[in-house]
């Protein structure tokens, strides 16, 4: 389990993070979203033992994180900006990886070699941007860490390799319970991959929920009549927002779908689909309820 407790961080002037508190579960894929500077690098930063909070503290499996090398053994974080050694080849970091990780598996890292089709023996620093980050997803799961952290993961990746990285991600939590926490902008990439998202908003975190929840909470429906409807359809439920395309109306609604369904069945609809929502337009409607606009926080 991560669990960040009361964290606040300043840089001089700057509050990146304020009292954040958050819980990852064991095995579970947890995405943070955020604007440019909301404070999603500082705050993977602690959970990585790079920054220490001003108050506050990061824990995984309950141990602090900060200078703890058992736990720094269980845990790799892919930075937004990659750093290798300048002389070291694939070869020359898996050897290092090997003795920096108890966990290494060799066999593994043997195996991925088909996943990534790079030249064991090319000095890292000379690969394009795009295989530096599959040499870094190549080490990171060949070392079978306990806990991955991903600062923007997917980018500069080709749609085929952002696939494949998945892939293998989905498949070390399935099979060995790996808790992954991932900062990215874009929420279509994070929706095949988590099951809770987090919002970071200046430093503070203002919204949280499992996905499932989010999904099965709000619906989004189309429905047409023969006949024009006089006076409100739904009584006693939440519309978020309502609009007309032609003689199509369509809702997004909070919950109480069967009753929902009654409710426009009474109406004798020519139309009744209820589509499924993005997770773009769930957070944007969420989030409006709560009073921010969406696009300014997340793009
Ligand atoms: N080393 C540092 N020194 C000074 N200020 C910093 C430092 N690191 C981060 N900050 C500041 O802290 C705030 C949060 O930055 P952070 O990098 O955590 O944001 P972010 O959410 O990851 O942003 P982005 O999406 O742009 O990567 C910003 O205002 C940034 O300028």
């Not at 705050?43 to 309950?62: P, S």
């Not at 790799?76 to 966990?103: E, H, Q, W």
């Not at 799961?141 to 998945?166: F, N, T």
């Amino acid at each position: 389990m991560i669990e960040i407790k009361g964290v606040s961080k300043s840089f001089e002037d700057v509050k990146a993070l304020k009292e954040v508190t958050l819980r990852i579960n064991k095995g579970s894929v947890y995405g943070l979203i955020g604007s440019n500077g909301a404070g999603k690098t500082t705050l993977l930063k602690i959970l990585a033992g790079v920054y220490q909070g001003d108050e506050g503290k990061g824990y995984m499996a309950g141990q602090e994180v900060f200078e703890n090398v058992e736990i720094k053994a269980k845990v790799i974080f892919i930075p937004d900006t990659l750093y290798f050694f300048s002389t070291y080849s694939v070869r020359d970091m898996a050897n290092f990886y090997k003795n920096i990780y108890p966990t290494w598996n060799q066999e593994r890292f043997e195996k991925l070699k088909t996943a990534f089709d790079i030249d064991i023996n090319k000095k890292i620093n000379r690969l394009s941007k795009g295989m530096q980050r599959q040499v870094a997803f190549w080490l990171a799961l060949s070392a079978m860490p306990e806990y991955l952290i991903l600062d923007e993961p997917l980018d500069g990746l080709d749609p085929v390799m952002r696939q494949k990285v998945k892939n293998l991600i989905i498949q070390d939590v399935a099979e060995r319970n790996m808790t992954v926490l991932i900062s990215s902008h874009n929420l279509r990439e994070l929706e095949d991959l988590c099951d809770t998202i987090g919002i970071l908003h200046r430093g503070a975190l203002i919204l949280e929920k499992e996905l499932d929840d989010l999904k099965s909470d709000i619906h989004k429906v189309q429905v047409a009549f023969k006949q024009e409807v006089s006076g409100p359809i739904l009584q006693d439920i939440p519309v978020l927002y309502e609009e007309s395309r032609g003689s199509v109306r369509l809702f997004i609604i909070r919950g109480h779908k069967e009753e929902m369904i009654r409710q426009f069945k009474k109406h004798d609809p020519v139309i009744l689909d209820i589509l499924p929502l993005t997770l773009e337009e769930i957070f944007i409607y969420e989030m409006g309820g709560i009073g921010y606009a969406i696009e300014n926080v997340i793009f």
